[in-house]
């Protein structure tokens, strides 16, 4: 569904104009030097995995912190992982690992602003709408788009089959924040996993075949030609209804949509659940052109207690079962299909969550959620990602921690540093300006490019 812009209201409250065309943000992009990558595609384990219990074990440590898992070999001597990721293992040769992420803050609807984005939010509790636009939100405005009547930015967050209750909309850093809800990724809700998975807004109704489509677009246009003063929520969904009436006449286009047209050997090899057929929607879409595809991993609905990656309880349990391996497979899955297309080198893939876990179990920090026996609370001091294709180098493990994944003990890198290097693969350079919803211009990117990390 294409995501519902703020009220008449909320719009004229912060000002029309500059989602009218009069003072709408501009960008000053100054480009970055080599051959850009494409597209992205950020896989966000939203909830925080524990590093010490995937890519930054430490089985030397007492029991209480290095946890129950034992670890395996990985494809680079002398590094190991959880033996929950046996398909990341034997691919990190192809990957960049970083065990030094770190940042201060432990809320789950806030931290994800500072990896989506690259800067921190400016008042804890703030609307979205007062959000510092995301990356595939900055991309569309820029002008990056598939140029095939695709949306420039999509998010893709699939319910759950019993549709159970999600903290995802409430995720600072998703969306376009004050760029204005003319940029507002378009948002992907169906389970892709599900035998009928289908866009509604892209799929032709049966009876409004022929010429009733464009009577009916043309009966809107002139309903609204009538009222007094356009506003911008009026114009984010006259935007939006343009692009869906777009993908309904260019179903070649819409194609990107449907899943029936892979082989199922493929779609078996990502795996038949929501997570698996969300990071295949996700590779179809940038193939497609889509510049940037953010996969958020979907509330499971399995317990009241760990949804997510937030194993505050059953740490252990629902790594090894509901969490690992869909996630291991996944990634694997489309890391090889890229390679196999001939799209990794031009292609960015993050997986990442928005901070990491407490180190020992059953401890609870300030600020978190606190932790049973056998979970770990919120931890942002230190935590791990990956990062593959579009220039990064391939077989490096960047940064370290401590003896407990306490905290960073070499090249310590914060959200912003990765946001910039992101950007820079992207082609946009760090001295680019934004606009902002009063026309004054504040710098895109915060960070430093970690250069190290690159060809």
């Given at each position: 569904m294409f995501q519902a812009p703020p009220s008449r209201r909320t719009i004229l409250q912060l000002g029309a104009l500059p989602f009218l065309g009069a003072g709408c943000p501009r960008l000053l992009a100054a480009p970055?030097?080599?051959?850009?990558a494409k597209a992205c595609i950020f896989v966000f384990l939203w909830g925080g995995p524990a590093q010490q219990d995937t890519l930054d074990p430490k089985p030397e440590a007492p029991v209480e912190y290095r946890g129950e898992f034992s670890t395996i070999q990985t494809a680079l001597p002398g590094v190991r992982v959880c033996e929950h990721l046996p398909g990341i293992a034997r691919r990190l040769d192809k990957v960049c690992l970083i065990r030094s992420m770190t940042h201060d803050d432990v809320n789950h609807t806030t931290a994800p602003h500072l990896l989506l984005t690259g800067h921190p939010m400016g008042n804890l509790g703030q609307p979205l709408r007062d959000d510092f636009p995301g990356m595939s939100s900055v991309l569309a405005r820029m002008g990056r788009g598939a140029g095939n009547d695709l949306p420039a930015a999509i998010n893709l967050m699939p319910h759950s089959p019993d549709k159970a209750p999600r903290f995802v909309e409430s995720t600072h850093g998703q969306g376009a924040g004050w760029l204005g809800p003319v940029w507002q990724p378009m948002r992907i809700e169906a389970d892709p996993s599900s035998p009928g998975y289908s866009i509604g807004e892209i799929t032709p109704v049966p009876d409004l075949a022929g010429g009733r489509m464009s009577e009916r677009a043309r009966l809107v246009a002139g309903l609204e030609a009538l009222a007094p003063l356009a506003s911008a929520d009026?114009?984010?969904?006259?935007?939006?209804?343009?692009?869906?009436?777009?993908l309904l006449a260019n179903q070649k286009a819409a194609a990107a949509f449907d899943l029936s047209r892979e082989p199922m050997a493929l779609r078996e090899r990502y795996g038949m659940n929501i997570h698996g057929q969300a990071v295949l929607q996700a590779r179809r879409l940038v193939e497609a052109g889509v510049p940037v595809v953010t996969v958020y991993w979907q509330n499971d609905g399995i317990t009241n207690v760990s949804v997510y990656w937030d194993t505050h309880q059953r740490n252990f349990i629902d790594l090894k079962t509901r969490l690992c391996p869909p996630a291991d497979k996944a990634?694997?899955?489309?890391?090889?299909?890229?390679?196999?297309?001939?799209?990794?080198?031009?292609?960015l893939v993050v997986w990442s969550g928005e901070m990491g876990r407490t180190p020992r179990v059953g401890q609870s920090v300030p600020g978190g959620a606190g932790a049973g026996r056998d979970g770990r609370d919120h931890w942002a001091k230190v935590f791990s990602c990956i990062v593959a294709g579009g220039g990064f180098r391939k077989g490096v493990v960047h940064g370290s921690s401590d003896r407990y994944a306490a905290e960073p003990s070499t090249s310590p890198v914060r959200p912003a540093d990765l946001v910039a290097t992101l950007y820079h693969r992207l082609g946009v350079g760090g001295s680019s300006q934004i606009n902002d919803r009063l026309g004054r211009e504040v710098p895109l990117i915060q960070g430093e490019v970690i250069r190290q990390l690159l060809d």
């Open positions: 970055s030097s080599g051959k850009p009026t114009s984010a969904q006259g935007r939006h209804r343009e692009q869906a009436l777009r990634l694997c899955a489309l890391l090889d299909d890229l390679e196999d297309r001939g799209m990794l080198d031009e292609t």
